[in-house]
Each structure stands twice: as structure tokens, then as C-alpha cells.
């Protein structure tokens, strides 16, 4: 071995050529291959070992991934589908409109806190939501400069995020229809409500263009501002008002003693508006309010087949039976009957009617102006050609949806009613106004000049007090504008102010809660309803101390009057329409028979029982004026034993079946003077008197009383 003196005096070693280390590398390929020629390379068998390797692990490691994977899937589709179904469901709800409003607003100013847009921002969607007016002027082509394209790109605010409140009802309102022409109140031959929101102005509850509401008033617009059509659609979920009804009523009548008090006076009643809101909540298998029940009205109801005038000279005739009271032994019941002369069609005056129709807000049910439409359209068929028809609506305010138009253009007229829409506030005062403006305009001195009030009655913008609204009806009463009120509705139905507004304006109140009412109404007895041929009829009646120690009216509480308010003209009473009935009962104690008040220790004694009877019970007056006269006249007929019955059964059929309905109304109202009287007796005695019934009318009351025999004594609390 050398030491390392001796290798560091060795000679370097030359560099190798720079080709050597690739020919080295080619010498060794080339080994390789003629060493390994015949034997092939890898494995004998199908499969790669790391491939095999891995099909050993594959299953305990994918399959639970995929697994979980359909898991999120479903979870994810079946979360999609739950909310889908409760946001429909919760925008469909009568609360949305409520509750909505809010909690989108607090969302919106979150979103706008979050996101604050830039004065030039605001300034840019100023200037797009306005209308482009001008024109551009053209400019010469210049190159196109990427740098400045890019820094203006760079320079431009973020799009702007849309409110929370327009992407809420972007989802639920539907897209305008491409042809329309409903809206609130109603204007004729405008456009589409959707066409003038395009344009920057809007249209209100009474039918009149104004200028457009600011945006936030259109973006927080609760669901009712919705288009017609969404109403519509929603208007069967609607969940109707209760418990804020309000009636006109009062007390029962009491027992009066002959003796003290040998007069009664009251106007006749031909309304029906009571018997048809009994109808209602019983369909609902309720049993009504006491306050809404006037036993007069219910049975009034009913046509009764009394003998009928000879001329129109003399509208009216009496007629009077006496027969036992099936519920208190010892007691009589006298019914008064009145039949005024039927007017014949070609002898009917010209009518100038108003239809003065609320279309607020509340009226959206489809009880309420959907059956209302259908009502007056069904009035609109049983008119002559030369009656004339005008339209008023009101709601917020009252507009003028149809001037003064014969009836001869009946598709007008009808294509007028079709498109009322409801919607907004009830200013009822100023509809009321503009209604008697237009007909006292076309007043027809020799025709019926009528106002046709429809309405729920809740009336809350303008004058809402009862009596001044009564002191106006009259002074146009006294012009020869009369007014009829249909009602609908229920829940926040004001009986009260139709019942006045309908008895100072010398008309008739009725509600319709069916379309057969309807009819009944407005087609059947139109011309009763519209065409009067006695005013102010009173009726009073004297007892004969002698015969009679006590008497008692049935209904008519509300219509009571003095008794000199008999003969004075100034009075007003109730009127009678062409060929309509008027029944009033009194249920009487004969002397010698069960009293119900006591005599006064100190006073007269009444009549001996073993005294001979007298031949009448009393004295019956009718004073009434023909429609166009001031003067009233008299009528009279006696209440004697020619017209008594010994045995209820052998009473005149119609007495016995308004007795029934008499005991019905009486027993609804708590029967304070029925004794043990019930359900099943008046079934007993109104099925065997239900006589001649063409209209089904009997039939349908036989069928309440027996709802009334399971019905609830309260509506049902909403779920």
C-alpha cells in the first residue's frame, strides 16, 4: 500500500470524453435486452399486484362513502320539498298579509345595512327607473381602449341586490294576464292595472288614476294589493271576522193590560234581512245571536195566500183570524193580515236605480262582492228597457263606475258589474252622496227613483255615525229618492245601520248569503222589492177591555210607535211593495183566562168571568198614502167571534204555519214566553200546515228547525 505522500505524487487521471457516460448507458441497454429476450416482463397473471392490492381494501373503504352520499342526497331532496310546500302554504295563509309585511321590511334594512350602496350607485338606479325621454346624439367611432374599459369596469358599482319584499313577491304574484280590466272600485274602457303601474301610476280603490305611491309604499304593499286574480285565488282561504256583528233589536214585548192600555201602534215590516242571517249561521250549524233574531221578520218570510185587493185605488185589504195559542193554555192568538195589490208588468212605472256597491277590503269573500255581482246582474235581467241604471263603488273614496244607462245596453251594464274588485278602506258617506247626486240628476218625476245599497255595513272612513247618516236618508226620502240596503257578510255584518238606514229611506233590508236568496230577492219579488204601492203604513189596534185582560205583539220591537203617532203624516212607517204580505201576530189573554200580571190592589177590577162575552176582541186600523200622495188614508175591520176558531187544527192553514214559525223565532230569542214549547212542536205544527209550497220556502224552514235542535250555542274556536 502506498502512503499518501506517495498517491499525492501520483498523476492525475485524464477527464473522460463528454461522450462517455452515454455510451456507457447504451452498452448497458443493450446487455439487458440480449439477456432478457426470452423472458417476458411482469407478472403471469391478469392483474397488477398494486390492483390487487387495492381490490382487497376497496369495499371497506368506498362503500360507506357511497352510502353516505344517497343519505345527504335524500336529506337534502327531502328538506327542498318540506320548505317548498311550507313556504306555499304560509304565503297562502290569511295571516301572511299580516304578519308578512314586518318581518320583511327587518330583513330588507339588514340586507340594506349589510350591503350600502355608493351616492353614485344610488344615483345610477335613480336615473334607470325613471323613463328614458331623450334621445342620444350620435358620436364619431373611436378605437375601442382596453385600459379605459377596464378602469370604468373597475369604477361601476355591484348590481344592486333586489329587496327582500320583491323577491318575496315576485314569487307569489303571479304574471298580469295579457288582457285585463278588473280592478279596485272600477273605471270602464282603462287599461290593465298592471299596463299603469308600468307607467309610473296606479289605481286606487274608487277607480280614478292617481300618481304613483312612493317605492317603499309599493315594496311593503301587504299580500291584498296583490293583482285581481291572486285575490281571487285566495279569497276561499280567507278566514272570516266573528263575534263583531252588530243588530238592531230590542227587548221582547210585554204583556200590556187592556184596561191601562187598550192601544197598540206599530209600522209594518216587510224585511227579511233577519230570517236569511238565521238561515246563515244555522247552515253553519250555529245557533244565531237573540239580537239578530226579529220573530216579525221570519214570518214575513213566507208569501201567505190572503185575499188579494180589486184595485190599486185601494192597495190593501185586512184579514183577521182568532184561533188557540198551541203554547199556553187558556190564551188566544189573533193574526192580522195584509195583502197589497199586485201591480201588473206593463202598468209598472220606470225605475232609475243606483247600485251603490262597497268594494272595501272586507268585501272580498266570496259571499260578500262576488255574490253581490252575481245578485245585481240577476236584477239587471228582470228590468224593462227603459229603466236606467247608474254604478257607484266606494272604498277608500267613491268613484263613478257607470253614468246614467238604459237598460237597453245590458251587456254594458253587466260587463260594468263584472269588473269590481275589492279592496281598501269603507268610505260609505261619500259612496251614499254620490249616489243620491246621480240619481236625483236623472230623477224621473213619474218613475221609482231608488238608491240600491250592497254592503257588509262597516263602514270606517268619513261619517260612520248612524244618526247623522239617518238624518241625511231622510231629507232625500223626502225628495223622492228612496233606499233599499242588501247586506251580506258575517262577523263584522252591521244589521244596525242597514236596519236605519233602510227604514228612514223608505226601503226594504235584506241579506243575501245564498244566491237562491238572491233570487228570491231581486227576481222572484223584484217587483215588491223595488216598486211600492202604499208609504208610511201603520197599523193600530184597540182592545176590548171586555173581552181581552191582557195582549201581547210578537215582534215588531223595533218598530213600535205612539199612539198619536198614528195620525200624524209627518210619522214615517214602513212601505209595502206590489202584490207583498204583511202578518203581525198577538197573543192575548181573554178575561176569565191564566194572567200573567197581576191586578193592582187599589184598582178597577176586570170583568167578571161569567160575564157574556162581547162579539169583538178588538179593532183593527190601517192608515197608509198612496206613492205619490201626502195625504194618508184609513181602512178599518173589526176582530170578532165570526173570525174565531174553536180548535187551533181548525184554524186557516197560513195562521197555523206562521204560528210555527212565530214559536221558532220566540224559542231562538230564549222563549220567555213559550213555556215547554220546543223544537220538536213546531216541526209538528209547520209540517202539518205547510200547505202550497212551490218555492220549496216551507220545506227549507222545516230543515232549519231541525238543525237548530243539534246546532252549537257558539261558533266553533278556529284551529
Not at 61 to 86: D, F
Not at 127 to 135: G, V
Not at 139 to 146: D, E, G, I, M, V
Request: glycine share 6%; hydrophobic share 40%.
Amino acid at each position: 500500500m502506498s502512503s499518501d505522500p506517495d498517491i499525492t505524487r501520483l498523476p492525475a487521471s485524464p477527464p473522460p470524453p463528454p461522450d462517455a457516460r452515454d455510451a456507457a448507458v447504451q452498452q448497458a441497454l443493450l446487455r439487458f435486452d440480449r439477456k432478457s429476450a426470452a423472458t417476458a416482463q411482469g407478472i403471469s397473471t391478469d392483474i397488477r399486484l398494486i390492483e390487487r392490492t387495492a381490490a382487497s381494501l376497496r369495499p371497506s373503504r368506498e362503500r360507506p362513502v357511497m352510502k353516505r352520499t344517497r343519505y345527504l342526497l335524500a336529506a337534502s331532496l327531502a328538506c327542498l320539498v318540506a320548505g317548498s310546500g311550507a313556504y306555499l302554504h304560509l304565503m297562502r295563509s290569511p295571516q301572511v298579509a299580516q304578519f308578512a309585511p314586518p318581518v320583511e321590511q327587518k330583513l330588507a334594512s339588514n340586507e340594506a345595512a349589510r350591503v350600502e350602496p355608493t351616492v353614485q350607485a344610488k344615483k345610477e338606479s335613480e336615473s334607470q327607473a325613471q323613463p328614458q325621454t331623450q334621445i342620444p346624439t350620435a358620436t364619431p367611432a373611436a378605437k375601442p381602449n382596453p385600459e379605459a374599459a377596464a378602469r370604468s369596469a373597475a369604477a361601476a358599482p355591484p348590481p344592486a341586490t333586489p329587496h327582500v319584499e320583491d323577491r318575496i313577491l315576485s314569487r307569489v304574484a303571479p304574471q298580469a294576464p295579457a288582457a285585463t280590466d278588473r280592478v279596485q272600485g272600477f273605471m270602464p274602457g282603462t287599461s290593465s292595472p298592471y299596463s299603469a303601474r308600468s307607467r309610473g301610476d296606479y289605481r286606487t280603490d274608487d277607480g280614478f288614476n292617481r300618481a304613483s305611491p312612493p317605492a317603499f309604499a309599493q315594496q311593503m304593499a301587504p299580500a291584498e294589493s296583490l293583482p285581481d286574480h291572486t285575490q281571487r285565488e285566495r279569497v276561499p282561504g280567507l278566514a272570516e271576522p266573528a263575534g263583531r256583528d252588530k243588530f238592531a233589536n230590542a227587548p221582547e214585548n210585554a204583556f200590556q193590560i187592556a184596561r191601562d192600555a187598550p192601544v197598540s201602534t206599530f209600522s209594518i215590516d216587510v224585511d227579511t234581512a233577519s230570517y236569511a242571517f238565521v238561515r246563515a249561521q244555522l247552515n253553519r250549524n250555529v245557533l244565531p245571536p237573540a239580537a239578530s233574531v226579529r220573530t216579525e221578520e221570519l214570518i214575513n218570510y213566507f208569501p201567505y195566500d190572503y185575499e188579494a185587493p180589486a184595485s190599486p185605488d185601494e192597495p190593501f185589504r185586512a184579514n183577521v183570524a182568532v184561533f188557540p195559542n198551541p203554547w199556553a193554555e187558556g190564551r188566544k192568538l189573533i193574526r192580522i193580515g195584509i195583502k197589497g195589490y199586485a201591480l201588473q208588468q206593463t202598468n209598472r212605472p220606470r225605475a232609475n236605480l243606483v247600485f251603490l256597491i262597497d268594494t272595501s277590503g272586507s268585501m272580498q269573500p266570496l259571499n260578500r262582492l262576488p255574490l253581490v255581482k252575481q245578485s245585481l246582474a240577476m236584477l239587471v235581467t228582470q228590468l224593462q228597457p227603459e229603466d236606467r241604471i247608474a254604478i257607484v263603488t266606494y272604498a277608500g273614496n267613491a268613484g263613478t263606475a257607470l253614468e246614467p244607462t238604459s237598460v237597453s245596453e245590458k251587456a254594458k251594464i253587466l260587463a260594468t258589474i263584472d269588473r269590481l274588485e275589492a279592496g281598501g278602506s269603507t268610505a260609505g258617506a261619500e259612496g251614499i252622496r254620490r249616489a243620491y247626486a246621480l240619481a236625483e240628476q236623472n230623477f224621473d218625476a213619474n218613475g221609482v227613483n231608488r238608491v240600491i245599497l250592497a254592503t257588509d255595513g262597516d263602514f270606517n272612513v268619513g261619517i260612520t255615525n248612524k244618526d247623522e247618516l239617518k238624518g241625511f236618508v231622510e231629507r232625500q226620502r223626502e225628495k223622492g229618492i228612496f233606499l233599499s240596503v242588501l247586506g251580506v257578510g258575517a262577523g263584522n255584518y252591521n244589521d244596525a245601520l242597514a236596519q236605519a238606514l233602510a227604514q228612514n229611506g223608505n226601503g226594504v233590508a235584506a241579506y243575501i248569503d245564498t244566491i237562491n236568496e238572491a233570487r228570491k230577492v231581486l227576481v222572484e219579488e223584484a217587483s215588491s222589492t223595488l216598486f211600492p204601492i202604499g208609504k208610511d203604513v201603520k197599523i193600530q189596534v184597540e182592545f176590548n177591555p171586555a173581552a181581552v185582560a191582557e195582549y201581547r205583539l210578537i215582534g215588531y220591537e223595533t218598530r213600535r210607535l205612539n199612539r198619536d203617532d198614528f195620525t200624524n203624516d209627518k210619522v214615517d212607517a214602513g212601505d209595502v211593495g206590489s202584490g207583498q204580505t204583511v202578518t203581525a201576530l198577538y197573543d192575548i189573554v181573554p178575561v176569565g183566562g191564566p194572567r200573567t200580571v197581576d191586578d193592582l190592589r187599589y184598582g178597577a177590577r176586570a170583568a167578571a168571568s161569567g160575564a157574556p162575552s162581547p162579539a169583538e176582541y178588538a179593532f183593527v186600523k190601517i192608515r197608509y198614502k198612496l206613492p205619490r200622495s201626502d195625504r194618508s188614508v184609513v181602512i178599518s175591520t173589526p176582530v170578532d167571534r165570526g173570525s174565531e176558531s174553536a180548535r187551533f187544527e181548525e184554524a186557516p192553514l197560513d195562521a197555523r204555519f206562521a204560528t210555527g214559525v212565530a214559536a221558532f223565532g220566540e224559542i231562538l230569542r230564549g222563549g220567555k214566553h213559550t213555556g215547554q214549547f220546543g223544537y220538536d212542536d213546531v216541526l209538528r205544527i209547520a209540517s202539518a200546515a205547510r200547505g202550497d209550497d212551490p218555492y220549496a220556502y216551507r220545506a227549507e224552514f222545516l230543515q232549519l228547525v231541525r238543525a237548530a235542535k243539534t246546532a252549537s250555542a257558539m261558533q266553533p274556536l278556529r284551529p
